[in-house]
């Protein structure tokens, strides 16, 4: 069964707003990552965060983990029209262990 | 610097024959995943490989198994493909001893299986 679930499954917004997604997850972590996806082809690493965190920022991402409440979320401030994409989140249970995904968000930014 | 690369880009293939997808990981990794990408949903996890064994396996059946080559190259293969076996395979690969942990994905295979 999948570790993570994120939410909304599809959003869209204008360009220039700010797009949030939310991953949940059900056991105890190592890490989270999110990763972007374009039209079906390969999935880009965008931003990491361990389970002793509780905020990272990378450019326009910031990154929040809640641990007590299993989840995560992602801000991409100043959205463009490039932005659009599927976002997943991926965790892993253990330092080494395989990376379980979520079925993703995708983001539409509209000119 | 060459990322990780993936052959063929694309297949098509009928019920019951065989596959095989390759992966050639990113300069200075030595560990491979692969997943499963069905439409419209995330990727799964089938399989890693690390010196050349197989160390962690997914949910899938014995009719996926793969290999590693000394130079940290992988395959996969599939037996008696089924219509469910149509999806986009991804590889990635990672370096086992970083605390990074960050995957970096190939384009992908996309299986289609008639």
């Known amino acids: 069964s999948q570790q993570g679930e994120e939410d909304p499954q599809a959003l869209s917004i204008q360009e220039g707003e700010n797009a949030t997604m939310n991953c949940s997850y059900k056991t105890s972590i190592n890490n989270l990552q999110w990763y972007r996806q374009n039209s079906g082809r390969g999935l880009v690493h965008l931003i990491l965060i361990r389970s002793n965190e509780r905020e990272k920022h990378s450019g326009r991402l910031r990154v929040t983990l809640d641990t007590s409440k299993k989840s995560s979320s992602l801000l991409i401030t100043a959205s463009r029209a490039a932005d659009t994409a599927s976002y997943f989140c991926?965790?892993?249970?253990?330092?080494?262990?395989?990376?379980?995904f979520g079925p993703g968000t995708r983001l539409s930014v509209l000119p | 610097d060459a990322g990780v690369t993936q052959s063929p880009t694309h297949l098509i293939k009928t019920r019951g024959q065989q596959v095989t997808l390759r992966c050639s990981p990113k300069?200075?990794?030595?560990?491979v995943s692969w997943y499963q990408q069905a439409l419209g949903q995330g990727p799964q996890f089938i399989f890693q490989?690390?010196?050349?064994?197989?160390?962690q396996r997914g949910n899938f059946p014995d009719r996926f198994s793969g290999h590693q080559f000394p130079n940290y190259s992988s395959e996969l293969n599939v037996n008696a493909l089924l219509l469910g076996d149509s999806a986009l395979y991804l590889c990635?690969?990672?370096?086992?001893?970083?605390?990074?942990?960050?995957?970096?994905f190939g384009s992908g295979t996309q299986l289609s299986v008639l």
């Open positions: 300069s200075g990794h030595d560990t």
């Open positions: 990635a690969s990672s370096l086992r001893r970083s605390t990074n942990e960050k995957l970096f």
């Open positions: 490989y690390y010196e050349e064994e197989e160390r």
């Open positions: 991926a965790t892993s249970r253990n330092y080494g262990q395989n990376f379980v």
